[in-house]
């Protein structure tokens, strides 16, 4: 079975740019979560969706945001770009938010 | 809020050496803990997970107790390998979202 794939897998932006990251969870798996994980630090949680309503949210601005889809697909958003927004951005599945996620590769997002 | 505390690396072996990882939590209730390896360039895998107090979760030779006493969920593994060379993360779920330890970076030499 393929695991959780995301796109695109490295991205170069500059300053004031949007950014939209995309994600197809694991078959089956009805929630989908983002995380953002800064180099040399763990992953820090942004969001989860669980069957397309958004179920928690991390400390992050309102220049990010994110959506599921009914084929349970999710794309996170990112406005308004800011260098300290260069990382690695996780996406991450489970059958619903009980159970163990299993992580994507990411998408290196570089903000110049 | 729950947050993770895990000991910080870099941690340099020799090939056969015992690893010890220490991670310790803070949540009230009772979370899941579990362990995840960072391979360079890849996103995260779980290692290993333990649900409640006094289970054991096993993988590849690792091991971890979740001990609610102590909160701790210390990594163990009795000869490393070159090949267990990554970043261990500590992380902990208890409602809807994951709390990740800053990872401990581990290099074993041959």
């Known amino acids: 079975d393929a695991g959780v794939t995301q796109s695109p897998t490295h991205l170069i932006k500059t300053r004031g740019q949007q950014v939209t990251l995309r994600c197809s969870p694991i078959?089956?798996?009805?929630?989908v979560s983002w995380y953002q994980q800064v180099l040399g630090q763990g992953p820090q949680f942004i969001f989860q969706?669980?069957?397309?309503?958004?179920?928690g949210r991390g400390n992050f601005p309102d220049r990010f945001s994110a959506r599921q889809f009914p084929n349970y697909s999710s794309e996170l958003n990112v406005n308004a770009l800011l260098l300290g927004d260069s990382a690695l951005y996780l996406c991450?599945?489970?059958?619903?938010?009980?159970?163990?996620?299993?992580f994507g590769p990411g998408t290196r997002l570089t903000v110049l | 809020g729950d947050s993770v505390t895990q000991m910080e690396g870099p941690v340099t072996l020799s090939e056969e050496a015992f690893l010890t990882i220490n991670c310790t939590y803070t949540?009230?209730?009772?979370?899941?803990l579990f362990w995840y390896v960072q391979y360079p360039g890849e996103g995260l895998q779980l290692l290993l997970k333990?649900?409640?107090?006094?289970d054991k979760g096993s993988n590849k030779g690792f091991e971890a107790t979740y001990r609610k006493e102590t909160t701790s969920f210390h990594l163990e593994k009795g000869s490393v390998q070159v090949s267990d060379s990554a970043v261990y993360f500590c992380?902990?779920?208890?409602?809807?979202?994951?709390?990740f330890g800053a990872g401990t970076r581990l290099t074993v030499k041959p």
């Open positions: 992380a902990l779920t208890r409602l809807n979202d994951m709390r």
């Open positions: 991450a599945s489970s059958f619903d938010f009980y159970n163990e996620q299993f």
């Open positions: 949540a009230t209730g009772y979370p899941s």
């Open positions: 333990a649900t409640k107090a006094d």
């Open positions: 078959s089956g798996h009805k929630s």
């Open positions: 969706y669980y069957e397309k309503e958004e179920r």
